[in-house]
């Protein structure tokens, strides 16, 4: 008799749990819908709100994919700062620091708004823990070329032109953590061409020249110049 009481709790449990897991994928379905549904009408408030809301990582990346399309878009991009949409990615990636497609995502999202939108976006970035959230992704994530691709691209755009972030990147570890991206992917080409940029942005400081030269970047540099001739930024 215990023996059936026993296989009823644990199909019950079952049971409750599928239908847990059920609810969950559905939800996120519909989350996903009204995403979809909002680039149709060019409302970013209601991405915003799903990537601010979100619970789960696959609703976090989906709604950072969606705006790295309002990002890309001349007459879309104040919007997504006006909305609160550089802390809320910074965050995002805070909070979903083991997904990889949150850390892309995150990362392309701000990558593009801190070119797009001058210093004033480098450094509200710089201000809501974005260089900390792309260090911790590319030490993170050794080994995801994408990951890696879009932090070092993220955390060279803020350093292009912002003294503060070139600073404060080489004092938490960005120089070596680019070397080390370049030694450890010699074949990738956006590794190769996104480190090499991030390190030529830290270069625009005399004392960071001196470390990547010390930390042997500029070898680094021409390796991958000749490994990757066809690559313009190298």
């Not at 709100?49 to 950072?64: F, P, S």
Request: with cysteine; proline share 2%; charged share 35%.
């Amino acid at each position: 008799a215990a023996a059936g009481e026993k296989a009823k709790r644990e199909a019950g449990e079952k049971a409750k749990r599928e239908a847990g897991e059920k609810a969950k994928r559905e939800a996120v379905r519909a989350v996903k819908k009204r995403i979809d549904d909002a680039e149709e009408k060019e409302d970013c408030s209601i991405v915003m709100t799903a990537l601010k809301e979100a619970g789960e990582a696959e609703v976090a990346a989906y709604a950072l994919k969606s705006l790295v399309y309002f990002a890309k878009g001349t007459d879309r991009k104040g919007k997504v700062v006006e909305l609160g949409g550089l802390k809320a990615a910074v965050e995002a990636m805070r909070k979903f620091d083991a997904d990889a497609e949150v850390q892309r995502g995150g990362a392309d999202v701000l990558a593009w708004m801190a070119t797009v939108g001058g210093d004033e976006n480098r450094k509200t970035i710089a201000s809501e823990g974005g260089i900390e959230v792309f260090l911790k992704a590319v030490r993170g994530f050794p080994d995801n070329e994408k990951v890696l691709e879009k932090n070092l691209v993220a955390l060279g755009n803020l350093a292009a032109n912002n003294p503060d972030n070139q600073v404060k990147i080489a004092e938490k570890g960005g120089i070596e953590l680019a070397i080390e991206a370049l030694k450890r992917h010699p074949g990738n080409e956006g590794v190769q061409e996104e480190g090499c940029t991030m390190l030529g942005n830290l270069a625009q400081n005399d004392d960071n020249q001196v470390k990547i030269a010390e930390k042997g970047g500029i070898e680094l540099a021409i390796e991958a110049m000749k490994r990757h001739p066809g690559v313009a930024e190298l």
